[in-house]
């Protein structure tokens, strides 16, 4: 048994794709692709983003200003 691997993103691939399931000795399966899974941290800091601690101590922190000089 062979395995032949086909990036299915043209026309001409999923053309193939259709026309080799037609055949008697071809099994066509989906590809099993794992993306690889990240830390919540990993994850924040590729988005620039905060973390809810953080943000609520910045949160706090301009609270505590605006009512201290107003």
Partial sequence: METLIIDNSTV?????I????TLPFVECAPMQVET???SIYQAIEE?????VDV???ELDSRIK??????
Avoid: V
């Fill in 55 to 57: 943000f609520f101590d």
């Fill in 12 to 16: 001409q691939a999923q053309n193939f």
């Fill in 18 to 21: 259709n026309f080799a399931r």
């Fill in 65 to 70: 200003k605006r009512f201290r000089n107003g």
């Fill in 47 to 51: 988005s620039n983003a905060t973390t």
């Fill in 36 to 38: 690889p899974k990240k």
